[in-house]
């Protein structure tokens, strides 16, 4: 079940791989700023990418890079990590094949955040072979990143849809603006991490699209030729996204890591040998907690 | 030459008779890879009587270079007279210039397996690259030098038309302005003969 939808995304990859036989990109759409008599224009993006390019996306990344973990430093030292009790019973949350996918999805991450920021800032890093081979390191860690986010997709699918929780949780921000142990509105995943899964699995899913693009330049999509849009303009679409969207994930990567690494205490646990402590399920998944009192799971 | 000379192309839409010889030449002068074309013709609104016209498009070497402000690795360098040039050991292949270029200069030659695309290749005005001027390196990488040689590039060297003009953009435009008031001047009407060969007095 779960392999078929692997095996769709990498034929639907390699199909892109080698479905480009005849150039695209240096075909009659080449000039798309010259316009024949009667013929219609492209989406122009030239402008706009040069301008987002040379101008914003590196302070922008810069930004993020140093901004968000200046932010959590400031949430440890200010307000501090929540510390929960390991006397009480564990629940057990996530199977070994949930924590196996998230393995795969988090050693993608590892490899894919720090090869595109180098990318990004290659001229720090002298261009050239070292930042060719991040490039290609980048293009072969998105097969890890397609195999773990197809099923990781479907896995949490269920329990990912909006609720009444999530607006009261965003309301108070998690509940991590002080160390009360109050119980936070959540069911089993929190807004946050909603929010991280759904930018990880269609934000990926865009990412993998505008990645390959960009990498294999040459697609032949004839949506984009009947609608009058040059392949030229596609690939500036693809990048401009591919970078605003890099943002969103680098800035909720680390997000993240820092909730389940720092701000709560052993949380990585659960994804390790799949058991979360009671305490943190009762206090910061307070309806998940309820569901489960009422089955008798605890 | 004037001081401040900015060497620039122009492609005299009149004359071009869209023939190909300014890419054939340049192709086959800096020994170019199959598919790679620094310099292209084509055609506007072809078959349309009255408004089809042809042009030679290959690098323009902007004033401020597009591509020169989106290149993350920084690699390319515009020498004083305006010519934009690259450094290839730099660049990674990310085709960002391409992107942010509106002639859709740049080129990327398909390096080994798989059609992954290797670094950038574009029209260097014949003047090389970073590396040693007339070096075998520097003609293996980005192809002859003629420039430094003295020699003009060889695509508007060859054009039969004198369509494609290149060099100080000042003079070029003197020249184009030249030929556009002398449109339809000089027509003869009688053969040639004594009185324009010496003059009609002895
Ligand atoms: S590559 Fe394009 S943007 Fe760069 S100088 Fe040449 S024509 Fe201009
Ligand atoms: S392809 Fe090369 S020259 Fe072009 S923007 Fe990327 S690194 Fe720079
Ligand atoms: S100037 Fe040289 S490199 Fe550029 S198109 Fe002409 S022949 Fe080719």
Known sequence: MKSKYIIIALLALSSLAFGASESVVWSDNLIDNILGYDKKGSLHLGQYF????????????????????????????????????????????????????????????????PTGLIMMFASTFGGGEFVR??????????LLFIVSIVPMFFMWLRWMFIHLDDIKWLMIVGGYLNKDKKPVPAGRFNAG??????????????????????????????????????????????????????????????????????????????????????????????????????KGEV | MSE???????????????????????????????????????????????????????????????????????????????????????????????????????????????????????CTMCAGGPEETNSHKEREMYGQNRISEGKVPVCAAMCSTKALLVGDSAEISDIYRERVLSVGHGVKTQPYGWSTAYGSKI
């Open chain 2, 4 to 122: 401040n000379a900015r060497l620039k192309f122009y492609c005299d839409e009149h004359r071009c008779i869209s023939c190909d010889g300014c890419s054939v030449a340049c192709a086959e002068a800096h020994e170019l890879p199959a598919g790679i074309n620094r310099r292209k013709v084509i055609t506007m609104n072809e078959g349309i009587l009255g408004l089809e016209y042809s042009l030679s498009i290959a690098c323009m070497h902007c004033t401020d270079a597009p591509c020169e402000q989106v290149c993350p690795t920084d690699c390319f360098y515009i020498r004083e007279d305006g010519i934009v040039l690259h450094d290839k050991e730099k660049c990674i292949g990310c085709a960002y210039c391409l992107y942010a270029c509106p002639f859709g200069a740049p080129q990327f030659p398909s390096d080994g397996a798989f059609g992954i695309k290797g670094v950038m290749d574009k």
């Open chain 1, 50 to 113: 040069t301008i987002l390019q040379s101008t914003y996306f590196k302070p922008l990344f810069l930004g993020v890079l140093f901004g968000v973990p200046a932010v959590f430093l400031l949430h440890y030292m200010v307000i501090g990590p929540m510390i929960f009790s390991h006397d009480r019973k564990k629940i057990y949350v996530f199977t070994l094949f949930h924590r196996v996918i998230h393995a795969i999805a988090g050693v993608s991450f590892i490899l894919l955040i």
């Open chain 1, 193 to 294: 991490q909603k929010t991280w899964y759904w930018l990880a699995t269609l934000g990926g899913f865009i990412m993998i699209g505008t990645g390959a693009a960009m990498y294999f330049q040459d697609i032949r999509l004839d949506i984009l030729a009947s609608n009058h849009i040059s392949q030229i303009d596609f690939l500036r679409a693809s990048a401009i996204v591919h970078n605003a969207l890099g943002l969103a994930v680098v800035a909720l990567f680390f997000t993240h890591v820092y909730m389940a690494v720092f701000a709560i205490k052993g949380a990585i646990h659960s994804m390790i040998d799949g058991h979360k402590e009671e305490e943190e399920v009762e206090i910061l998944h307070s309806s998940y907690y309820r569901e489960l009192k009422e």
């Open chain 1, 133 to 142: 081979v991040c490039k290609e390191i980048h293009a072969i860690s998105t």
